[in-house]
Each structure stands twice: as C-alpha cells, then as structure tokens.
C-alpha cells in the first residue's frame, strides 16, 4: 500500500506543477481536468501525510520504550496505544480513499422523472418528486435547470428532466434512480382508500462533447409545434423539435425554450446523456450479468423506495432502511437516505462485491 500512495503523491505534486506551465493554464480544457484530478488526490495524500507521521511518530516511541522505566514506560505504552489507534484509523480511511472511483463522480448529473403506473396519481407523485430533488439541491448549494417538462393536466408531471450541476452530485444522485412507489389516498378519491401508484426516475451523468461522438448523418430532427396539457397547442411557430437517433432508437424530445435552435441544444444534451450511460451499461454488463436497469417496468410491485403518507413513512428496499419522517424527506431531507446508500456501496466495494 505505501508503494501506491507513493505513486499517488508523486502524481499530486506532478499535477500541481502542471498548473503552473504557462501552456497548460493558456488550455481552458486543460486546466480544469488538472484541477479536477488535482481535488480528487488532495483528499487520500492528506491522510496518506498523516499515515506516514504516525508510523514515524510509532517507530520512535516504540524505541524509547525500550530505554524508558518506571513511570516513564507507563506514559509510552499508553502513547504507543493512542498511536497504533490512529494507525489503525487511518489505514480505514485509506482502504475506503483507495477504492476504484466511479468514472462518472466528477460528473454533473440529468435526472428524469416519469409518472408511470395509477394514471394522474402518478403523475402528480412525479411532480412531488421533482421538487423534492430540486429542495435537496439547493439544500446541497447544487444548481439546477430545468431542460424540459411535459405537465399533465391537474399540475402533475407526465414527465420532467433537469439538470444538477455541482460537486458531487452524481454521488448523491446515482442511487435515486429506480421506480419510486407511493401509498396515499388521492385528492379525487371521495371514500379515503389508500391507491398505490409509482413514477419512474432516471439518473445519468451530464456526457460532453468529448465523452460520446454523435454522427449528424446518424440522426433524424423533426420540428413541429409546442403543446400544452391535453394537447393545445401554446406555440405558433415550429420550435418544438424531436431527435431521433437512428443506430440505437434513442429518441429526445424538447419544446420548453422558444426557438428550435435551444430545443435542439437540449435535446443534444439528453441524448448524449443517454448514449453516454448506454455504453457505460455496456460496458458492465460484459463485466457482471447482475447489473439491473434502473427504470424497470415501472410496476408496482417494482420499486427502489416507497413513500406512505398515512404511517409518514419512508422506506428504501435495497438497504431495508425506514424511517418516519416523510414530511421532511419530501422538503429535502435526503441525506439520511444518501449518506446510508453511499455506505452501503463503500462496504460492498471493500468486501469485493460488483456494485
């Protein structure tokens, strides 16, 4: 292990010296990916500093107590303690520091969410869910944009995409996507029964140009007119625009901004996203056949998390973890539920399990 962290020290200190060629700060391009892997190294070199002084810090009172007496020995076996607790500490938060990073953590992140099974219930529940992420950005110091959204007819979402930007947000985004399942009794429902309904939410990691090649000749546009709930049309000019992509099938609609030319900037944006997390799960289910999809079907029965209104209740299945307080979940409390899932991967990785 000192041999690596070694390495990882060496590259820090490589990495900073680039960030003062003059070259590399004339580069745009260049001096963000520098930064950005000079932020991820800062955290494992600081422990790695603190590892090497106690191990320093161990030898030398491990010799003096060779030579100590009396009270004096007393006084450095228990800094001896105090030291190999620290050692042992750190060397944790090193095997957590030195597991494999996501490739996608530096990523800003495109959420879209569905309503999917119960009709307007559903709907409405997607609706509930966006503003719940929207809260928990801003509670995060996350920015977010709405790139596009499909309202329904009673204010529900049939569906909605937005854009989180800052740092760490696919970390403490990734594990929302899945079908989310809500139990409450709807505003239309005169006899108080409680429906089951579910909306779909989909995380992928904002692709940039230099991530995913789109071929122009491999697309098709369509433009036509903007529409409302239930179908009205709300614009005169064609500005809606529709991108298909021919190899996979991928289609991207947008109709939110006014001109065809900022629908078709976002809707780039989503289809690269999306082709983006298409060749990611790829790539891993050539590795692991246990890798799932996030939306499922959609059912039901299918769900990552379910909200009970009635019992205040939140549940997120994969971890078995409840608790009672989805009032609070729903303004933007989310860390209980992200700070456990992001644990739950970090022990999954140290046991050697595929995530």
Known sequence: MLERLQGLEDEYDQVAQRLNDPEVLADHQAVRVASRRLKELEAVVGVCRRYREVLSDLETAEAMLGEAGGNDRDLMRSEIEELEAAKAGLEDELKVLLLPKDPNDAKNVIVEIRGAEGGEEANLFAKD??????????????????????PSEKGGFNEVS????????WSRFKHEGGPHRVQRVPATESQGRIHTSSATVTVLPEAEELDVTVDPHELKVDVYRSTG?????????????????????????????????????????????????????RQASEQSQ?????????????????????????????????????????MGDLDEFVEALMADERSRQLRGEDG
């Open 129 to 150: 869910l966006f503003d719940m992420y929207v809260r928990y950005a801003d509670q995060k110091g996350f920015r977010h944009e709405v790139l596009g959204a499909h």
């Open 290 to 330: 246990r890798r799932r999809s996030q939306v499922g079907g959609g059912g039901r029965s299918e769900k990552i998390r379910t909200y009970n209104y009635k019992e205040n209740r939140v549940t997120d299945h994969r971890i078995n973890k409840t608790i009672y307080k989805l009032d609070k979940v729903l």
């Open 229 to 281: 709930p239930g179908g009205q049309s709300v614009n005169t000019t064609d500005s809606a625009v529709r991108i298909t992509h021919l190899p996979t099938g991928i289609v991207v609609s947008m109709q939110d901004e006014k001109s065809q030319l900022q629908n078709k900037a976002r809707a780039m944006q989503v289809l690269r996203a999306r082709l983006l997390q298409a060749e990611q799960e």
């Open 162 to 169: 937005f854009l989180v930007k800052g740092d760490e947000v």
